[in-house]
């Protein structure tokens, strides 16, 4: 959405090479900033959030880091596997709480 | 695993017909919403509700139309269906505003 905005657009690793992807936003109050993976024919699931007051949380082979002065924030993602093609959505909530996402990056791992 | 379940999944229809897409969850979440993916990806909100008898249009328009008269169940209604209504609609309940969104696997309505 125009609040977030989310690239690239769609993005081709090498199987074990690492994937990041950057989004910005435009509300400096927006304090919780959450990036859901969907797979074909199901719904987004959430798989890593982070909140203001942090700069840079882990888990796994997926780490997202939080520019609150730049307003950016972004999702590696190290080593990666087949299994992590998908389509990847950053959000971040604006206005009264409601969640504003991105437009979607989708991640193609070649073997 | 998340328990919300939407159906139907997939639904052709003709012009000009009344659709009602069903979700409900067994989470016992306040707030649902119900979200429309365009074939470009993007998630837009459309509507969603914080409990009970409460609902909010979201920030894309929408023709259609939802109610909650009971906490699991959040029903998206189209009174008469057009071809600019197809597309993926996706239903979604938190139990915090600021947290975990939980989705359907979403229904793909096509009109013809």
């Known amino acids: 959405g125009e609040n977030v905005e989310q690239h690239p657009s769609t993005l081709s690793v090498q199987e074990g090479d690492s994937a990041v992807i950057k989004c910005t936003y435009s509300?400096?109050?927006?304090?919780?900033f959450p990036w859901y993976k969907q797979e074909l024919g199901k719904g987004p699931q959430l798989i890593i959030d982070?909140?203001?007051?942090?700069g840079e949380k882990k888990d796994q082979r997926i780490a997202v880091t939080l520019n609150k002065t730049a307003k950016h924030f972004s999702l590696h993602i190290t080593e990666t596997q087949p299994e992590d093609s998908a389509v990847y959505f950053c959000?971040?909530?604006?206005?009264?709480?409601?969640?504003?996402f991105g437009a979607g990056t989708t991640v193609t791992v070649r073997a | 695993e998340a328990d919300i379940y939407q159906t139907p999944r997939y639904l052709v229809i003709g012009t000009g017909k009344k659709i009602t897409l069903e979700c409900s969850q067994t989470?016992?979440?306040?707030?649902m919403y119900w979200y429309q993916q365009d074939p470009g990806m993007e998630l837009h909100l459309i509507h969603y509700?914080?409990?009970?008898?409460?609902?909010e249009k979201g920030d894309l328009s929408s023709e259609s139309t939802v109610s909650r008269i009971r906490t699991e169940h959040f029903p998206l209604t189209l009174e008469s269906a057009r071809p600019s209504h197809t597309s993926q609609y996706l239903c979604?309940?938190?139990?915090?505003?600021?947290?975990?969104?939980?989705f359907g696997e979403g229904s793909r309505l096509t009109v013809l």
């Open positions: 509700s914080y409990g009970v008898n409460s609902t």
């Open positions: 989470m016992g979440h306040d707030k």
């Open positions: 979604a309940s938190s139990e915090f505003t600021l947290g975990e969104l939980f």
């Open positions: 959000a971040a909530i604006i206005g009264d709480y409601k969640l504003s």
């Open positions: 982070i909140r203001s007051n942090v």
């Open positions: 509300d400096s109050a927006s304090n919780y």
